[in-house]
């Protein structure tokens, strides 16, 4: 999971690829409105216009996601740590924050000071058991000469 930063980067970046796309759908779709009512309709063969109804209806979906997009992004930005938050409180919490940090750091110390000690005691341990092994798999002398021969 991405941090909300980058959520918010990737979501403005999301809402200017569909803004773009419909701005291009406009330009690619609308018909020839005059601006006025003295002025002619103009015609272009080589546009192609889209249905009244069909480019409403695109339209209004495209708008409703950009609004859906809106929000989201609103939604991320109210998220955001340090809205609503004075810099006395933020600095508080860095301080507080920093202290945890601190004592963390040192049971993470003694723990690997117990470990290195654990591990030492092991190694002794093992030692001692593996002299002892060797010990007791030494022959125990010259056997007798009847004992050779029977």
């Excluded at 309709?41 to 249905?51: G, K, V």
């Excluded at 992004?73 to 109210?78: C, F, P, V």
């Excluded at 810099?87 to 049971?107: F, G, T």
């Excluded at 690997?112 to 093992?126: D, F, P, R, Y």
Aim: hydrophobic residues 35%; negative net charge; charged residues 25%.
């Amino acid at each position: 999971m991405t941090d909300r930063l980058t959520q918010l980067q990737i979501c403005l970046d999301q809402m200017v690829e569909q803004l773009c796309a419909t701005l291009n759908y406009i330009d690619k779709n609308h018909d020839f409105e005059p601006s006025s009512i003295n002025e002619e309709r103009m015609t272009d063969p080589q546009a192609t216009i889209a249905p009244s109804e069909e480019f409403s209806n695109v339209i209004d979906e495209l708008s409703t996601d950009l609004i859906l997009k809106t929000r989201q992004i609103t939604k991320l930005i109210d998220s955001l740590p340090g809205v609503d938050v004075s810099a006395e409180e933020q600095m508080h919490r860095i301080d507080s924050l920093q202290s945890q940090l601190l004592k963390v750091e040192n049971e993470k110390i003694e723990a690997v000071q117990e470990k290195e000690k654990l591990m030492g005691a092991v190694n002794s341990m093992i030692s001692e058991f593996t002299v002892g092994i060797a010990n007791s798999r030494k022959p125990a002398g010259d056997l007798p000469s009847s004992a050779k021969e029977g």
